[in-house]
């Protein structure tokens, strides 16, 4: 099925042969709402996933890392749609890598928490706990913030169906003025972020900001400084720890070099405190996760920027990886074990990954 929604609009296959239909449309993000940029390449346009029956309660939210377009997740998100979630690889301001301008300062300078707090929620509007960022190192206002755009996106999403306003709640106090509904914030209970790279970061930024559904970090965060990691990554986690999942590869070089650390030292305890906190290798992505939070793709790619794309960009992950998207998004806690079993009966016999070129990061 095909729809258009403000902007072109393209046709995805299901994520596997028995997965459900899905409708992708992409969408500029100005035409959502007042004071957004204007994005000129399509690859840049909001990309949306939705299943074409029965919905997920959730929405899925994908981030892109460094540099890297929206369009560059279509397979992720696309996979998720065959699970049954709608979904949106969110286009947002990327451009740049904050590791390179914060890993040489020290932790007291706050210099990560700045930057990812400006870019999640705008310079100067306060966190759901009251906080406010002012960044050196990037410009975002709130209506190009993470926050805003989904905000906006959603409100332009459910002009056509009024389902997507379910992730909205009015609130007059909310910095972000949705188009068609007034002053609303994010029902974020209700989101499954995941993110890659630069935007695996701020999916976890936002997690530890505010409860939500579920955060699956890709290939990140790496918030190191020469002092130790950003004073956000140790702090109280506002979703509970046993709602992040992780994935990484084990030879990410430079793209990735603190990842355990930095894994083990999230909101206190760590990924996955509370359930199963041990790291496990997964080969190409399709191997038995034992019930953890923590994947570690093991087969080579050639060169650290491959590994460190391995896990989610169209083009560059690896063969068995669908397998173990499956898993991070439908594990349960406890039922973790069973449900990595169910997903690889699942996604095995569909696994797919092709081989491509690989942007700057």
């Known amino acids: 099925m095909t729809a258009t929604i403000g902007s072109a609009a393209v046709t995805a296959a299901p994520a596997s042969a028995d997965a459900g239909a899905i409708t992708t449309v992409q969408v500029e993000p100005s035409t959502t709402g007042a004071g957004i940029t204007t994005e000129t390449n399509v690859d840049r346009y909001h990309l949306v996933v939705e299943p074409d029956g029965d919905r997920q309660p959730e929405?899925?939210?994908?981030?892109?890392?460094?540099?890297?377009?929206?369009?560059?997740?279509?397979?992720?998100?696309?996979h998720a749609g065959g699970l049954g979630y709608a979904?949106?690889?969110?286009?947002?301001?990327?451009?740049?890598?904050?590791?390179?301008?914060?890993?040489?300062?020290?932790?007291?300078?706050?210099?990560?928490?700045?930057?990812?707090?400006?870019?999640?929620?705008?310079?100067?509007?306060?966190?759901?706990?009251?906080?406010?960022?002012?960044?050196?190192?990037?410009?975002?206002?709130?209506?190009?913030?993470?926050?805003?755009r989904l905000v906006a996106l959603i409100d332009h999403l459910a002009v056509q169906d009024p389902w997507w306003g379910s992730f909205l709640v009015d609130d007059a106090t909310s910095p972000y003025v949705a188009t068609h509904r007034g002053p609303v914030r994010l029902?974020?209970?209700k989101l499954i972020l995941a993110g890659h790279s630069q935007g695996g970061g701020h999916a976890a930024f936002l997690?530890?900001?505010?409860?939500?559904?579920?955060?699956?970090?890709?290939?990140?965060?790496?918030?190191?400084?020469?002092?130790?990691?950003?004073?956000?990554?140790?702090?109280?986690?506002?979703?509970?720890?046993d709602r992040y999942w992780a994935m990484r590869h084990q030879s990410e070089g430079a793209y990735g070099a603190?990842?355990?650390?930095?894994?083990?030292?999230?909101?206190?305890?760590?990924?996955?405190?509370?359930?199963?906190?041990?790291?496990?290798?997964?080969?190409?992505?399709?191997?038995?996760?034992?019930?953890?939070?923590?994947?570690v793709l093991t087969v080579e790619q050639g060169t650290a920027l491959k590994n460190h794309m391995s896990t989610a960009y169209d083009g560059s992950y690896l063969a068995g990886v669908p397998v173990a998207w499956t898993y991070l998004l439908t594990a349960d806690g406890d039922a973790t074990a069973r449900a990595g079993q169910m997903s690889r009966q699942h996604a095995q016999r569909h696994a797919h990954g092709r081989g491509g070129s690989h942007p700057p990061h």
């Open 207 to 241: 997690a530890m900001r505010t409860e939500v559904e579920r955060a699956i970090l890709l290939g990140s965060p790496d918030d190191t400084t020469q002092s130790g990691t950003a004073t956000w990554i140790g702090a109280a986690s506002a979703t509970p720890l």
């Open 258 to 295: 603190h990842l355990a650390q930095v894994w083990s030292e999230l909101g206190g305890a760590g990924i996955g405190a509370g359930d199963d906190t041990a790291e496990v290798q997964v080969g190409d992505g399709s191997g038995d996760p034992q019930g953890s939070h923590r994947l």
């Open 59 to 78: 929405l899925v939210v994908m981030l892109s890392g460094s540099n890297v377009a929206a369009a560059g997740y279509g397979d992720l998100v696309a």
């Open 187 to 189: 029902d974020h209970r």
């Open 87 to 148: 979904a949106v690889s969110l286009s947002y301001p990327n451009q740049g890598t904050i590791g390179a301008a914060c890993q040489t300062t020290v932790a007291t300078d706050r210099c990560f928490d700045n930057a990812r707090g400006e870019i999640v929620f705008g310079a100067g509007v306060p966190d759901p706990q009251g906080q406010t960022y002012a960044s050196g190192n990037v410009s975002v206002d709130a209506a190009n913030s993470i926050s805003g």
